[in-house]
C-alpha cells in the first residue's frame, strides 16, 4: 500500500463545474495536509492546507479532511481551464522531521 | 526577487560525468530540502537540512552527496551519473519541522539528462 494515494486521473470537467479530487493516507499520526497545484515543466505551488477534521475554504477552493477515515479531499468550484493542471496531495507524517510524503498526483482538465 | 532559486535550471550530461546543483533561498527559512520528481511525477524526498544539521537521508545511493554550507544554501553533488539518475530535482525550504510548518516553498528546479 502507498503511503499517500490519489487517482492519477485525468479527470476531465466542464468549465464551470465542480472538480473533487481525493487523496487517502496510510499513517493514522499524520497530522498537516497539503494540496499542490503543477503546472506542465512548472515547481509545485502551495494552494491550501489543513490540519483540523472537517472544511478549510479560500475562494473558489475547498479542502476536506477526516482523520477516522485518512481521507483528503480538494474541491475546486466554477472550474476555470487555467485550473488545468496537476494537483499533488502531500501529508505530514507523524515523525517530527518536516519531511511531506507526496501522492502520485491527479491530472485535471477544464474544458472551455 | 525569487524566494528559492536552483541553479541549473537545465543539465545535460554523460554518464559517468559529476555534476552539482545549487539552491538558494532568501525566506529566511530554517530547513530545506531536496526531491526527486520521475517521470510519473512522483516526488521523493531525497535529504533536509535544519539549520546546516541534516535531518532526513533516505535511501539514496552514496553517489549523491548533500551540502549545507548555511541555512539560506543546500547544494547536491552527484557522482558518477548514470541514466536512472535523469530526473527532475527540485529543492524546497520550510520554517522549521514540526506538524504546524506551513508546507513548502520549492525552487524552479533543475532538470538532469543523462545521455
Known amino acids: 500500500q502507498k503511503e499517500v494515494e490519489q487517482n492519477s486521473g485525468p479527470l476531465s470537467v466542464p468549465e464551470g463545474a465542480i472538480a473533487s479530487l481525493n487523496c487517502t493516507y496510510s499513517d493514522r499520526g499524520s497530522q498537516s495536509f497539503f494540496w499542490y497545484r503543477q503546472y506542465s515543466g512548472k515547481s509545485p505551488e502551495l494552494i491550501m492546507f489543513?490540519?483540523?477534521?472537517g472544511d478549510k475554504e479560500d475562494g473558489r477552493f475547498t479542502a476536506q479532511l477526516n482523520k477516522a477515515s485518512q481521507y483528503v479531499s480538494l474541491l475546486i468550484r466554477d472550474s476555470q481551464p487555467s485550473d488545468s493542471a496537476t494537483y499533488l496531495c502531500a501529508v505530514g507524517g507523524s515523525s517530527n522531521t518536516g519531511k511531506l510524503i507526496f501522492g502520485q498526483g491527479t491530472t485535471l482538465q477544464v474544458k472551455p | 526577487d525569487t524566494a528559492v532559486s536552483q541553479t541549473p535550471k537545465y543539465l545535460v550530461t554523460q554518464m559517468g560525468n559529476d555534476k552539482s546543483i545549487k539552491c538558494e533561498q532568501n525566506l529566511g527559512h530554517d530547513t530545506m530540502y531536496w526531491y526527486k520528481q520521475d517521470s510519473k511525477k512522483f516526488l521523493k524526498i531525497m535529504f533536509s537540512y535544519n539549520n546546516k544539521e541534516l535531518i532526513i537521508n533516505e535511501t539514496v545511493p552514496n553517489r549523491f552527496s548533500p551540502k549545507s554550507p548555511d541555512k539560506a544554501h543546500l547544494n547536491l553533488h552527484i557522482n558518477s551519473l548514470e541514466l536512472g539518475d535523469s530526473a527532475v530535482y527540485f529543492c524546497?525550504?520550510?520554517?522549521?519541522?514540526?506538524?504546524?510548518?506551513?508546507?513548502?516553498?520549492f525552487g524552479s528546479g533543475t532538470r538532469l539528462t543523462v545521455v
Open positions: 489543513i490540519y483540523s477534521n
Open positions: 524546497a525550504s520550510s520554517q522549521g519541522l514540526g506538524q504546524t510548518a506551513y508546507g513548502y516553498t
